[in-house]
């Protein structure tokens, strides 16, 4: 017979500062399951969750943390939401570590001070530029607050999503073109430099995974290196 409890638990907080009543932990089998917020103060939507540097980071559109500026990403030691540098000045979508660097891509122009295109990484110290960035797609992006209209502005060649696969990063976007390279919204990086990879993708990708030694992209394209697919195909497999 399945015994079913409902616990009621009162958790001090002392590192927040905040006593906080959880009714949660609808249970099977005597197992608890306890949820609690790790921090009420990050302002924004999160789009995407990765660990680095024994840290986790959150990214999207992400604006202050306890009164202090977070431009679109922020890191959690633990205790506290903390600013990644100075930030990213638009949405961010997609999170990676390759080369034991972290990776952000988005709708963004700006990694701190330094002049970006859309992806740019992070040493744990600095911003810094991925060889040139991604362009050659527009889209127009409208930020709205309360009702109004706050900017409006042209995105040129986005990243939604950034994997790592055989010591490579994989890009996917809406794009024609990596640094110097002629590429149709997919492209991997070295390391070093930008290679295009076949004839590309014909629409939207909206999801990058590797299974089982293979990367596997899922989206809105139906052709892939001028070849037909429904939606969801092979990209590479492990030599």
């Known amino acids: 017979m399945t015994r079913q409890i409902i616990f009621i638990l009162t958790i001090t907080f002392i590192g927040c500062g905040q006593r906080n009543t959880v009714v949660k932990g609808n249970t099977t089998n005597d197992t608890l399951h306890v949820f609690f917020p790790i921090n009420n103060n990050l302002n924004g939507n999160i789009e995407i969750l990765t660990e680095y540097d024994g840290k986790l980071f959150a990214a999207g559109k992400l604006e202050e943390s306890n009164g202090e500026l977070i431009s679109n990403i922020a890191c959690w030691d633990g205790k506290n939401w903390l600013p990644v540098g100075e930030g990213l000045n638009g949405n961010v979508m997609t999170l990676a570590v390759f080369n034991n660097e972290l990776y952000a891509g988005?709708?963004?122009d700006k990694a701190g001070n330094v002049p970006v295109k859309n992806i740019a990484k992070w040493d744990g110290d600095k911003w810094t530029d991925v060889g040139g960035g991604t362009n050659g797609f527009f889209i127009v992006e409208t930020e709205w607050v309360n009702g109004k209209k706050t900017f409006t502005r042209s995105i040129n060649g986005y990243v939604n999503f950034v994997a790592t696969f055989k010591n490579e990063l994989y890009v996917s976007g809406r794009f024609d073109r990596v640094g110097e390279v002629s590429a149709h919204n997919f492209a991997k990086w070295d390391g070093k430099r930008w290679l295009a990879i076949g004839k590309g993708i014909n629409d939207n990708?909206?999801?990058?995974?590797?299974?089982?030694?293979?990367?596997?992209?899922?989206?809105?394209f139906d052709t892939i290196d001028n070849k037909p697919f429904n939606h969801i195909g092979v990209l590479l497999e492990k030599e």
Do not use: E, P, S
């Open 205 to 220: 990708v909206r999801a990058l995974q590797v299974y089982k030694d293979t990367l596997y992209a899922a989206g809105a």
């Open 106 to 108: 988005g709708t963004f």
